[in-house]
């Protein structure tokens, strides 16, 4: 039986080379020995060892440049082998990224490609006994500034040379990322040890037809001498169900179908229960019955199709799990930490059922990070959110010559059989936004009729995708129309990219347009309170203070904010409100988009959000900060994402109350609307029924006496249907007669008990119109977390937010956290 054993001594690092430009402020890192952690790499190693700043903090990431430009070597010892086995291998699952691999003296490889596993057979040198294993990284800078030279310059959305080198994109820096260019053991490594024969590569398809499953299983085997001569057997099994294939002596390759009859399926937690099956794959000697080696997953049943046919407003691009037409409700997924190797399991579960909670669906792995940890992908299966999963290429032109395209194969290969046992993978995707930049970033010229990276998304990939991994369909690249003859962009076609209106226009411009699939958008905003104050030490802190305008990478973001907040709000009057005012705008300028396109179902099929989360504390388009902390966009998704919501919106046809029912039941309600003057009295009312059938939109025309007549600087209107709360001002917050905020707060525990978390509650009761009231809970403790966002109340209305990790309440604090539009000038709703 395959034994797999980690190392059993510890690792050390020493800096190599020291940077070419000599900028090394640290002299006795260059002659000391430190402590190594692997998976780990060189930045939390010299972390752990205090000769590094934090770099997350204040402007820090300038002070460790140096880091990225010097060469490394770390080093540990291997135990002799005792014998037992045939073969022993030594395995890296990752290697971050030119690496020099030597075990007692003798190379054993040259890797350049972080995103592949390396396999060295150490069988003869472990069996002369103890042996020193050491690992050399090269800089990556070194590398990639030495293939830029060979293969000529490629234009590049930012000015580092990531489109050289099979690297994570953003450890380079991004437009919300740091640049920390990390070296290291990243990924686990272990020895293995076998005999006669090993499951080199399992490629299970799974999948449904007919109401039974069908698992067609290929597998490659990898024999020692001695057991080419052995016939040898594979079984296939899933709970009582298995099959078995003859695997002649001297094969090396075999495949199968085990078919399952009337599985449960698996399904988007939104459309139903994401279902698993324990899927076992064995290799016997067939002589003695053996095992030889075992392979395990959980997997799950289910169809996916993406419609992309033609019809008159262009063409589809819609998702079908088991034959039903999804909207999805999508969120954009860069690495959650700029150091990979520090995001643990439990933090990928923490941030993915943060998603699921805020009623995602889906979740789309961005092509300028990394193929993530199986982890990740454990958890989406587990949690019932689809995944889509660019391959690694992001916002440049790659070269199509030199050591590019070998490496890139075999990543990809390598890549798409890793993945594809996961339910939750429902789409490969070729690249970010660089058949686009080819179109409209004035590529063209510079590129002189270089290669660029065509020959990869629209041939490579999908030959690859087609030969391992049929089961799922290719899209050669977001935004993509699905042709060379239509722009990369209409979104008439394919899925689109909207970044005008962040760049240059107003959010409501988002109004404007209805694509089949909108795969980016958003709005940046700072994180939370807290998280700015650990992070960035500047006092008084200002939106242009220095560490402030550090941890801001977009160009012209600030200006951008400021633009975006002024024709509503004005300038901001302090800190405080400015940072209450960008969030909530971020909150709005998402919302109006996501309202638009669900009321355009089925002919919009679904939006990404960019983004989920954060790599570091910056300020971003994320909904969940670096920290971990909530956004008030995050709660806003989990109105917007959810099965029902109702929008009123104005139409040619006049104003609507528009009924969104994404759930798999009907819904038959009355929905309350009503024309509020700003001092909260009523002066219209109107019952509207409706029936909105499962998966369904209907738009209810308002009666003409809640729209005829308004003073949009006076008046608002308020739908109410089963909890869910639409309001529409027509009015810019600046221009609308708001009357100054007051409301009564009380302090209670969230249950008799107290509840075991310790939950209190914040009841608010408004004495005015109080406009999108929101509880900054890390105000109150940096661990608190409030359960809900903004919310608009009518005088006499209450709303109640449950807040965990405060252990100090008050009222006077409870007051000093809430915040909304018409509390004053700095917009505390003291």
Known sequence: MLVESALPHPWSVRMHTPPADG????????????????PGCVHTDLLAAGVLPDPYLDANEHAVAWVGRSAWQYATRLDGSDGSHERTDLVFEGLDTFAEVRLGGRTLGRTANMHRSYRFDVTADLAAGPSDLVVTFDSAYTAAETLRDELGPRPNAYPEPFNYVRKMASSFGWDWGP???????????????????RLAVVRPQVTVRDGDGRVTVGVTLERTGAGEGRPLRLVTAVGDHCAEIAVPAGESTAAGTLHVPGPELWWPHTLGAPRLHDLEVRLEDAGTGEVLDRWRRRVGFRTVELDTSEDEAGSAFTLRVNGIPVFARGVNWIPDDALPARI??????????????????????????????????????????????????ACA?????????????????????????????????????????????????????ATWGRGYYLDLLPRIVAELDPTRPYWAGSPWSGSEDIHPNDPAHGTTHLWEEWNRRPYTDYLTVVPRFVAEFG????????????????????????????????????????????????????????????????????????????????????????????????????????????????YELQ???????????????????????????????????????????????????????????????????LTQDADAGKEFWVADCEGLRAVRFTAADKDFAYPEARFAVEISA????????????????????????????????????????????????????????????????????LFCVNAGPDRRAR
């Not at 640049?179 to 024969?197: N, Y």
């Not at 009518?794 to 100090?808: K, N, S, Y």
């Open 23 to 38: 900028g090394l402020p640290v002299a006795a890192v260059r002659d000391t020995v430190f402590a190594a952690q692997v």
């Open 179 to 197: 640049t920390l260019v990390t070296a290291g053991v990243w990924r686990p490594v272990r020895v293995e040890s076998w005999s006669t024969a």
């Open 344 to 393: 643990t399991p439990e933090r990928y579960r923490t941030r993915l059922e943060q998603a699921r909670k805020a009623n995602v669906d889906l979740v789309r792995v961005w092509g300028g990070g990394i193929y993530e940890d199986a982890a990740f992908y454990a958890a989406c299966d587990e949690l019932g959110l689809m995944v889509w999963q660019d391959f690694l290429f």
């Open 397 to 449: 032109a790659y070269p199509e010559e030199g050591p590019l395209p070998a490496e890139i194969e075999a990543e990809a290969r390598e890549n798409v059989v890793r993945l594809m046992p996961h339910a939750s993978l429902v789409l490969w995707n070729g690249n970010n936004e660089n058949l686009w930049g080819h179109e409209d970033w004035d590529w063209k010229e510079p590129l002189a009729g």
């Open 523 to 634: 709005w940046q905003a700072p994180p939370a309170y807290e998280t700015v104050l650990r992070s960035v030490s500047d006092r008084p802190l200002t939106p242009d203070s220095p560490g402030m305008l550090h941890h801001q990478k977009a160009e012209d973001g600030n200006g951008k904010l400021a633009r975006g907040v002024a024709p509503y709000f004005g300038e901001p009057a302090s800190f405080d409100a400015w940072h209450y005012l960008t969030q909530l705008n971020q909150a709005r300028a998402v919302a109006a988009g996501i309202e638009h396109w669900r009321s355009h179902w089925p002919l919009c099929a679904g939006s990404v959000v960019w983004q989920l989360n954060d790599c570091w504390p910056v300020t971003s388009w994320a909904a969940v900060d670096g920290d971990g902390r909530p956004k008030p966009l995050y």
């Open 639 to 705: 109105r917007l994402y959810a099965d029902r919501l109702t929008v009123l919106r104005d139409t040619a046809d006049g104003a609507v109350l528009t009924v969104v029912n994404q759930g798999a039941r009907p819904w038959a309600a009355r929905a309350e609307v009503a024309r509020v003057r700003a001092d909260g009295t009523v002066t219209a009312r109107a019952t509207l029924p409706f029936e909105a059938a499962a998966r369904s939109v209907v738009h209810l025309p308002l009666p003409g006496r």
């Open 750 to 817: 969230a249950d008799a008990a107290g509840g075991e978390d310790g939950a209190v509650r914040i009841t608010v009761t408004a004495a005015t119109v109080l406009r999108d009231l929101v509880l900054q809970a890390d105000r109150l403790a940096p661990g608190a977390v409030a359960d809900r966002g903004r919310v608009t109340l009518l005088p006499g209305e209450e709303a109640v937010f449950r807040v965990t990790g405060w252990d100090r309440p008050g009222e006077a604090a409870a007051r000093a956290a």
